[in-house]
């Protein structure tokens, strides 16, 4: 097995990213099919990567295609059923962010991958990224001492998809916006949360808490590790001026920062004695490489017969985050985390 | 009146930077005196000003001495009495953050200060370093739409003076750490706050915490205004690598960030591929402009007879944030703000 | 013909980057063969890459190898025999810089590469760079009005091989380091110069002037355009410190900056109050995306039958500066740029 | 002697800076009199500063004010006999850059105050900026080894009055804008030019030549020095962009850069996801520090009987660069330095 075969399912952004790279940049990965809700939408997609099949369905695609690994990257409310089918077929499983909308779908989930043994990879290629890793690498070798607060800022430049605004579907804004930040503050501390805060307002969709009234659209989340540091992580949308995601790590013997708001590139400076540069303008561009890596190392993993990372517990531990912060945000207090780490 | 005449009190840190100001920036300041506690320390301090007198007491000093202001930055428990003093004086007054250890004895000092009817000016220089104010201006030139959320970072490289461990004297470690960042978020947001929650953890001061059970070195304090946006200030020292002071507020139309963790100066590229460049050291170089700028502000109010700002209000307001912010801490959760803005 | 067939002929540092690109992220190349005179390091490079040929001569491998197009990569003097072997097989060409050591050498292989009608493309990946790209687009758009002054500095961190040394092999430090420099000035420029001249010296390679006495390790190149800017280049190596690209273009309306001796990547701030981040490390790293594209555009041309760009005559416009550059050296003037453009 | 007193010459640009800071931030400094060639622009500048006597001759101000000292600010083409007057009175002297506008003039002063024996210092202010001192600093430290290569970049966001177009009178736009950079490069590199080369244009000033046939506005000057690195200084003006004064040194072991285009401040982020800051607007606030400390600096030299530095060898060294630069762009190749160092 040279090359490892994909069924892509969900013809969204992500999934365009994920397709784009098996077909441009990836030569050890083949995508079969395309399989999107909307055939029309499966159907161009596949014409505009090159891809010969698309399907509705993902029972239709593991029919006909030959195919070793399947890429979910469909609404999170479906990510269950999608990894039942492809685990039930005995599919390795690459899934996008957040696992889960819920804690309970996402104890599923574990269940049908462990059961059928297959290879599963969560999409937080936030960790490929060369810079974020190397931050963390930085304080694995102990270059701050122990961590004594981290911050991680993470904003989009625009509103997600109005499925996103119910929470029963999507996990809510904290799922959708956060989870990488989420993951990032437990990849760096690796220790149990103690207790946990959210702290959430409605600034810019007034509208939307008409159908949907526990919306929010910004928000600060404070955790606190046992006998470990203080965490801090500030998400919201739409921002407009970029898609901002930066870490911040304090520690005791220094401090490391990472990720910048502008975007590599020209600077212009102008008559009216200003100069301005491009802001990050989208989370493809600013994580291109890691979206990328995260695909050939989750593809390497399964040919060289690895345990692919982030893992299936990686996703289930920020879904619970999730979860324990919005009852903070209900009771408007601190949460206990309880259970194992 | 050409020039104000002053009574320096305490000989510390920030009393050296004021008295440096009045005698080597400010033509239109005359130091008359320089009173502490440490006489020796008192005349040290004012043969290397190249001041004439000193006092172990601002009594003998205003006995004495022609002034026309005093200049407070004698430690935090003992502001209520020299204020008193000097205000008993009809003396206008210029004090050192923070106002009081305590909202009690910051309201006695507000009746004291406005009995009396002298200029009363709190030193939260950081309205007037440049870069700080002009963020402010285009806050209120509308520049970022409605602010959302607004973050400070205040980090210092060293421990405070062991007298501050005492949160009876000092207000305790926000008081003293955070009171400009705290002053910066109302200044900003000008609202009255909803609630306010405090996460604190200890770090590096086990042994303090066997005199000292409260003490904490690092904190979260998480603040949300009423109809207004979410605030985050986080503090915390010794931090060794810099004098850290960082604002960052985003609003519904765009975001400011303000305040840089390195200083100004040479780039140095070496053989191993790094580069390095020296990080703000002090607040005494960090703010200089600053601390030089509030001072001749203050003396150009009592010349020309107008109201100094900050105010005494604005001194009080923080100080409530302390005392609210530390119960919350005490009770894990968070509380409300009352009674009036 | 879905996939391009290569032949790449050289193992050394730039043959490694362009036949990873090759093998690992362009999924249209098929690169079928390695060519090296060091038949054991031609055996290594291909094992490494997984691909099944090597030879020691380009002729053996154009007998025993279906291919559309040869990749050059070898030493600079070789240029002219490997592309007229390539050209007089058909194969389209992708030449790495420079084009070759002498302009009359540059005047024969254009002569081969237009009789036998084959694509060429020479290797100035800046020109692929996104942010050179961006910047000469801002150019273009007219956002700094008429150039007045454009500067680049390129300086590596090593000493390049030693065949380099020799002049009549390599076109020399300036043919070597600053081909793309030099490149980057005519592009943005777009116009002939009118005169130009080389300051050189030897700082480090004392012991190299003994085998060649015209050494010089760094140099400041001036050029003056007709009706045009001034034009200044400065290089040299080894800096040890990174390898530095940074392009600077003075308009009549603005300016514009591009490229940055920094990395992107984590800032480590440190108790002795320094921070400190890594350089651009390699040429092969900083212009990863540009070695990428360059390659991935000249598939594209070669496959949809479109003129690659930059093109045989850019190639032989930059050797032209180089030969006249020298000639300044030698007689300590100024030297017109005679001939059309 | 506690206080110097002055007397100011020339109420324009240079002027008022100095003016400003000798009444409101040096209390070591007493400035008595306001000597402008017009009366009004005299009494008007006083009156701003406050301070009580004018004169439309040095002449007078020297018979009717008691002072020690005159700071000379007036056109270039005067400075020979305002010094020789102030020297004939036993005045110290300061005097802006540059010290002339022909060697031969320099000469003329330097004999002048030799003989009288006063205390002189040269307004080269960037020697008293806290960051190029600091990389002059760590050049001495042997941070970066021997240096290689020194760049200087000088550019004003507008013109200067119309009597700098005559070369006669002001040195010429070399001199005007880019003394302080000479200056630069003759102090980190403080080694004897070999020979020097200035490319010249206009791009702006076409209606300029018209009167002055030999004016330009934009040029680049290179620089050899005996047994040491090479220096490049480009300058110009108007570039409305910003005021821009950068220097890079490179070094054996490493490099150096100071300056930077933009101004200290906030960052403002729009929803257009650009970036935008303020550039450094003027060198009134990119040097405040620096001419201030200048000026505090000659002050104590006088009070403490010290040599003031720069001194007037510094002044005349970048008089005869001008001198020699002008005379290598009238014979279009390199002149050498002839005489001492």
């Known amino acids: 097995m040279n090359k490892l075969r994909f069924v892509l399912v969900g013809a969204g952004r992500a999934g365009m990213v994920h397709g ?33 099949s698309f399907y509705s369905t993902l029972d239709e695609a593991l029919e006909k295609e030959d195919c070793d690994a399947v890429c979910i990257a469909s609404l ?15 599919k390795h499983i690459f899934c996008e962010k957040p696992l889960a909308q819920s804690l309970e779908e996402a104890e599923k989930i574990q269940e049908a991958v462990e059961k059928a043994g297959v290879k599963f990879q969560i999409g937080f290629m936030r960790r490929y990224d060369p810079g ?15 961590i004594v607060l981290i911050k991680s800022t993470g904003r989009g430049p625009g509103l997600p998809a109005p499925w996103i605004f119910d929470r029963e579907k999507s996990g809510g804004m904290l799922a959708e916006v956060s989870s990488h930040d989420i993951d990032s503050v437990l990849w760096f501390v690796d220790k149990k949360p103690h207790h946990l805060h959210l ?4 600034f810019k969709g007034q509208e939307i808490r008409e159908e949907f009234p526990d919306f929010y659209d910004h928000y600060v989340l404070t955790m606190s590790f046992v006998e470990g540091p203080l965490g801090m992580i500030d998400g919201g949308c739409p921002v407009g001026y970029a898609y901002d995601a930066r870490i911040e790590i304090l520690g005791t013997e220094g401090m490391i920062k990472v990720g910048e708001t502008e ?38 993993s399964v040919l060289e017969d690895q345990n692919p990372s982030p893992s299936i517990i990686d996703g289930k531990r920020v879904v ?13 207090s601190p949460v206990l985390w309880e259970g194992e780490w």
Do not use: C
């Not at 939408?41 to 090159?50: N, V």
């Not at 702290?199 to 409605?202: G, I, L, M, R």
């Not at 890596?293 to 593809?299: A, G, L, Q, T, V």
């Open 20 to 52: 784009q790279n098996l077909v441009h940049y990836i030569p050890e990965g083949d995508l079969k099919a395309v399989v999107d809700v909307d055939l029309k939408r499966a159907e161009e997609t596949s014409a505009s990567l090159g891809v010969k």
């Open 76 to 90: 999170t409310f479906t990510h269950r059923e999608m990894i039942e089918k492809a685990a039930g077929a005995k």
């Open 132 to 146: 974020i890793r190397r931050a963390w690498e930085m304080v694995r070798e102990g270059k701050i001492g122990d």
């Open 199 to 202: 702290e959430a307002k409605n």
């Open 263 to 300: 975007a590599r590139g020209p600077v212009l400076y102008t008559s009216d004695k200003k100069s301005w540069r491009d802001n990050q303008s989208s989370w493809r561009d600013r994580f291109r490489e890691g979206y990328l890596e995260e695909m050939k190392s989750f593809i390497r």
């Open 320 to 332: 619970k985050v999730v979860e324990l912060a919005h009852k903070s945000l209900g009771q408007q």
